[in-house]
């Protein structure tokens, strides 16, 4: 998870609200079930003395607020009265989970977050296509549509020389066509910088533009199972399906880092470190580039941070100046990651490490 957007959050005044429960909008009684959800958690937050006013912001975001389309997870922090982080998780938490504390509980939401790629989605048929370039951050960066020529790209029966004729000016017609779009596609790749692509297309295009692909862009492309140009496709569908690639690539990317990590540890380069008391001194020389945390961190421990977060510590004597106050680890450690500029992971499968935290480093 990137953690730097998250500095004004973690810096913000007072106790804070941190929520995650199945905000799942697929059956009949789906609004009834998220009341009777609410009414759990609102009695949770009130029973840990969370002040009326954030409890009400949080009622209002929960009941009024926008609801998902079939299964979905929701993450809200809030203090002070205010809803400061509102987002969708892929997958709904088996259970909720609420937490009134010192600091904004944020592990759950780095468990489910993978880092972001920019990507481009190309949807063509043998005339054209649609572009659509999306940054590192998810957002939408880039738009255009290519247009080739229009005739003649469909074969029609006959024989003779005259259709063979008509036959070759179509097949070439489709090759120009996609070969613009080959060009464009790539343009925007590097103008994006983008880690993938794709392709949503009928299975001739699809294969007249993966010839016309340089090689660099044709390795990082992949196809969607549907949509395409055609009228009457399912955008829904074809969006779900791009976003469900983009997390598996970006998981795989993740776990690429998770791998590099690990064989960091087993050479004597000194750029990856284990134990809280390695990692806590890491972040506070901001030399921690990604923070990795797994199930076998004791959450509970208490660790100690200055008052901007810059420093945290495995005793309060561990920081440098000012007053130290005393928080839960699984709370202190993101807090500090994004003070500091690193990353939080929480990888999926099983890494054994001392007390349960590593860190990849910048030097």
């Known amino acids: 998870?990137?953690?730097?957007?998250?500095?004004?959050?973690?810096?913000?005044?007072?106790?804070?609200?941190?929520?995650?429960?199945?905000?799942?909008?697929?059956?009949?009684?789906?609004?009834?079930?998220?009341?009777?959800r609410w009414q759990e958690i609102r009695a949770s937050l009130e029973d840990h003395g969370a002040d009326t006013a954030t409890v009400r912001e949080l009622e209002q975001a929960v009941i009024d607020g926008a609801k998902p389309v079939g299964t979905a997870g929701r993450a809200l922090i809030a203090s002070?009265?205010?809803?400061?982080?509102?987002?969708?998780?892929?997958?709904?938490?088996?259970?909720?989970?609420?937490?009134?504390?010192?600091?904004?509980?944020?592990?759950?939401?780095?468990?489910?977050?993978?880092?972001?790629?920019?990507?481009?989605?190309?949807?063509?048929?043998?005339?054209?296509?649609?572009?659509?370039?999306?940054?590192?951050?998810?957002?939408?960066?880039?738009?255009?549509?290519?247009?080739?020529?229009?005739?003649?790209?469909?074969?029609?029966?006959?024989?003779?020389?005259?259709?063979l004729k008509m036959q070759h000016r179509v097949e070439n017609t489709a090759?120009?066509?996609?070969?613009?779009?080959?060009?464009?596609?790539?343009?925007?790749?590097d103008d994006l910088q983008a880690q993938l692509v794709i392709v949503a297309a009928e299975v001739q295009a699809r294969t007249e533009l993966r010839e016309a692909l340089p090689k660099r862009v044709l390795e990082i492309?992949?196809?969607?199972?549907?949509?395409?140009?055609?009228?009457?496709?399912?955008?829904?569908?074809?969006?779900?399906?791009?976003?469900l690639i983009v997390e598996d690539y970006a998981r795989a990317a993740q776990q690429t880092w998770v791998d590099k990590f690990a064989a960091e540890l087993n050479r004597d380069s000194g750029l990856a470190v284990q134990g809280?008391?390695?990692?806590?001194?890491?972040?506070?020389?901001?030399?921690?580039?990604?923070?990795i945390l797994t199930d076998?961190?004791?959450?509970?421990?208490?660790?100690?941070?200055?008052?901007?977060?810059?420093?945290?510590?495995?005793?309060?004597?561990?920081?440098?100046?000012?007053?130290s106050a005393e928080h839960r680890a699984d709370e202190a450690l993101p807090a500090a990651a994004s003070v500091s500029g690193a990353n939080v992971v929480v990888p999926d499968g099983h890494l054994e490490l001392a007390d349960g935290v590593g860190a990849l480093l910048r030097y």
């Open 1 to 36: 998870m990137e953690t730097t957007e998250l500095r004004d959050l973690i810096t913000a005044p007072g106790e804070f609200a941190s929520v995650y429960f199945d905000a799942s909008h697929d059956t009949e009684d789906a609004e009834h079930a998220l009341r009777l």
């Open 80 to 163: 002070g009265g205010r809803v400061l982080l509102d987002t969708w998780l892929p997958v709904p938490p088996a259970r909720p989970t609420v937490r009134w504390s010192s600091l904004p509980y944020l592990l759950p939401l780095a468990a489910q977050n993978v880092p972001p790629v920019p990507y481009v989605v190309v949807i063509m048929d043998r005339i054209g296509a649609d572009l659509r370039g999306y940054s590192s951050h998810g957002e939408l960066a880039d738009k255009t549509t290519v247009d080739g020529s229009d005739f003649p790209v469909h074969k029609v029966a006959g024989t003779g020389w005259t259709h």
């Open 175 to 189: 090759h120009h066509n996609a070969s613009v779009v080959a060009d464009a596609v790539a343009h925007m790749v």
């Open 221 to 243: 492309a992949v196809d969607t199972q549907t949509g395409g140009r055609a009228e009457g496709i399912d955008e829904a569908a074809l969006e779900a399906e791009v976003r």
């Open 276 to 291: 809280l008391t390695a990692v806590t001194a890491a972040l506070r020389e901001a030399r921690a580039d990604t923070v």
């Open 296 to 323: 076998e961190l004791d959450g509970e421990r208490p660790l100690w941070t200055g008052d901007g977060f810059e420093q945290v510590a495995v005793e309060s004597g561990g920081i440098a100046e000012g007053a």
